[in-house]
C-alpha cells in the first residue's frame, strides 16, 4: 500500500519559517520526483517545487530564493523548507510523487495546512 504522509503544517507569523516533510513509503523512492503542490481557497492546485531523483530541483517564480526543496533516500522523505513566508502562502501543500517511468503510477498526499497570518 502506497502512503504519502506530509507534516509540518500549522499557523506562523508572516516572515516566519516551516519546514514541510513528506514521508513515501510502499514504492522505490528513487524511481519517483518528487513535488510540493499547494492549492488556496478558490485557487487552482499549483506546482511549488520540484526535484528529481537526481537531484535537480525547479521553483515556482513567487517561492524562488525563499522555498528549498531537497530529499532523503535513506529515509524515503522529502522536505520543503519555507522561509520568509508570506499570507499569499496560506494554502494546503499536498506531496506528489511522479514517477521516472511512462507505466508508473502517480500518488498524492492527502495534505497539510500552511497559514501565514499575524
Known amino acids: 500500500q502506497v502512503q504519502l504522509v506530509e507534516s509540518g503544517g500549522g499557523l506562523v507569523q508572516p516572515g516566519g519559517s516551516l519546514r514541510l516533510s513528506c514521508a513515501a513509503s510502499?514504492?522505490?523512492?528513487?524511481?519517483?520526483?518528487m513535488n510540493w503542490y499547494r492549492q488556496a481557497p478558490g485557487k487552482k492546485r499549483e506546482l511549488v517545487a520540484g526535484i528529481t531523483s537526481g537531484g535537480s530541483t525547479n521553483y515556482a517564480d513567487s517561492v524562488k530564493g525563499r522555498f528549498s526543496i531537497s530529499r532523503d533516500k535513506d529515509k524515503n522523505t522529502v522536505f520543503l523548507q519555507m522561509n520568509s513566508l508570506k499570507p499569499e502562502d496560506t494554502a494546503v501543500y499536498y506531496c506528489?510523487?511522479?514517477?521516472?517511468?511512462?507505466?508508473?503510477?502517480?500518488?498524492w498526499g492527502q495534505g497539510t495546512q500552511v497559514t501565514v497570518s499575524s
Open positions: 506528489y510523487a511522479d514517477p521516472i517511468y511512462l507505466s508508473g503510477l502517480r500518488y
Open positions: 510502499g514504492i522505490i523512492f528513487s524511481n519517483y520526483a
